[in-house]
Structures are given as C-alpha cells and as structure tokens.
C-alpha cells in the first residue's frame, strides 16, 4: 500500500483537553493545554504539559511551584475554549469558575471539572519553543457521579478530545475492548 | 461541591494507543505504547514515549536513536493488544505486522496502521520508573483513506483510546465543537 506522506507532522492524536490552573501575579489564572503528556507511571506519578514559552502562565508555575491539571466535560466547552482564546496579560480569568483548593496554596482547581490533579513543579524540561512542565501529582480529586465502583468512568467524565488536525474538539465514543485481554486470542495460535 | 480524593493517581485519559517500532538485537520488534505526549509543537516536532525500563524495545531505541510510531485502528485491536502483552525478550513478533521503512533504517513501520510517525531519537529523560523516549519525527505516512482535504479525519482513522482507569480501548465519538472558535461567545459578553 502506497502512503501519502506529510511531512514530519505530529499526528498523536485525539489528546484529552485540560484546564491548567496557576496562580499569576497574585491572582489565579486558567489556561487551556491539550499537549500533555504521561512521563512516570508510577509513585511519583508525573505527567507533563506543552506550553509555548510567551504564555502569561508559564512565570506562575516557576515562580510557585505547583498547578492543576483539571478535566472538564463536553457540558464546559465554551469556557474551556473561552480560557484558552484570551490570554491572561489581558483579562482577568480568575471569576471564569468556582475554585478550591488543596493541599497546595497555589493550585487552583475548578469545582465545575469532574476531575483535577493538584501538582508540584517535579522540572521543567527545556525544548526550543515550549516549555514542559513536568508535575508530580499529590492528589487527585473526583466528583462522585463520575466514578463506578470507585474507578473513573469516562463515559460519565465525558472528556473533550482535543484534535489538532480537524482543529475540533471531539466526544468519547464506546468502550471497544479490555486492554491486556483481548490480544489473547492471537497468543493461542 | 464535595469532591472524593483519590490518592494523587494519574487520571490523564483516554490517550491515543500506538504501536512503537524499533530494532532491538537486529530484529524488527513491536510494543503497545499509550502512555504518550506532545512536546514540542512545531519545527522540530517533538513527541515522547513512556517507557518501563525493564522494557525489551528500549535497548534497541538506544541503539539505534531511531523508532516509529505507529497510530493502528479499532480494526487491529487483537493485534495491537498482542503485541502490548508478549514480550520480545521471549517472543519474535517481527512477522505480526506487514513492515515497511521509511528514510530512517532503524525504524520500523507498520502499513496496516492508517498513520505512521518516524523518528529520530532526539533525548530521553530519565525518570524513577520509565525512560522517557523524546523523539523527533522525521516524517509522516498516511493512508489516503484517512485524509479530507489533506488532513487526517479521526472518523476514518477510528483510534484506539486508552484509558487505564477502567483498563479498556475505547472510540472515537462525535465532533464537538471547533477550537479556538467556540468560546467566542464568552468573549462578547
């Protein structure tokens, strides 16, 4: 089969989109970030975020330390847009959602997000245009309707899948097979 | 709203499901990768892998500072899974897929797979557990059938979606909404 080729393109997608929390300037700010990543699956849990260098956020984090990484449902798609259109050198984004906070002073999290990771600064990785902030995550936090049998449950979660190439955010569709199962079948020939 | 803790776990999903490509001990071998990320979105683009280091693929990702990144469809799921379950430390699985290469001569790609990325190794960050893979992607193959207007339509690649949390493959849905558009709405208030 011939393939088209496209020219060294990232084409990793659909990424689950988040609202990054950070305190600013004194003031909690939120910006959207679809470009994460999972870096240690494991005490410490670590997960990254691709965040251009001339983004308002980006001084928060390293002057704090810490951030939320919350994950919001189809039912918030115009603030999680909203939040990632007008950048916070010029507009107040701290009244955009209910916020709490945890265990660390200077991660909000938005209540209306089903679920928030509350993270400390683990590094910042170096690359020529972003910023990756690597966090580690000191807790997690689940709205009770969308857990079974007290596992997230992403068909209750529904998350918005970010999509660079349609530049679409797109829905969680249906469950398709058991993960570390299913290839069974091909370990009995 | 009174949010149930979790434990500081990871809940950064659904993911999209690859296959990793590499030469390890002089053979085409293959692994199930979903713990992925976007690290730097333009010129180079960067992409990492999460990998455990007790891993077989990772010597030859060392080696050869070269892999692929292959995207299969729902319809590959039992393979996909497979290759995700036996390891190449025990198993040959150079002659489960249909292999073809690209400029690199160490990264092997998969012609059932409707996307495949080829990539330079370009770091890896160490972590406690898993050696992150950053690579950079050379090159980009699709199949005609998954591109609209150039682009690749995540209808006709139809991913698979990981989600550690309830341990399944799930699919794509619905398009939501556009990006950088929708929140407008917000903005005029």
């Known amino acids: 089969m011939v393939k088209k080729t496209l020219g060294g393109i990232n084409v990793l997608y659909p990424t689950p989109t988040t609202i990054v929390g950070a305190i600013v300037e004194g003031k909690p700010n939120f910006i959207t970030i679809a470009h ?9 849990f670590l997960i990254s975020l691709s965040m251009g260098k001339p983004h308002y956020t980006n001084a928060g984090i390293k002057e704090n330390k810490a951030f939320s990484v919350n ?35 200077t991660a909000p999290m938005i209540s209306e997000c089903p ?49 660079m190439s349609s530049v679409r955010y797109w829905s969680i569709g249906q469950t398709v097979a058991k993960c570390w199962n299913v290839g069974k079948k091909m370990k009995q020939k």
């Open 36 to 44: 994460i990543g999972i870096v240690n699956h494991a005490k410490p």
């Open 71 to 105: 994950i919001p449902s189809e039912d918030s798609v115009i603030a999680t847009d909203y939040v990632g259109l007008v950048s916070g050198k010029k507009t107040d984004k701290s009244d955009v959602f209910d916020i709490f906070y945890g265990r660390l002073e």
């Open 115 to 163: 679920l928030n990771m509350e993270c400390k600064l683990f590094d910042v990785y170096n690359t020529p245009i972003h910023d990756l902030f690597i966090g580690e995550i000191v807790e997690t936090y689940a709205e009770e309707s969308v857990l079974k049998d007290g596992k997230v449950d992403l068909g209750s979660v529904k998350p918005l899948l970010f999509d």
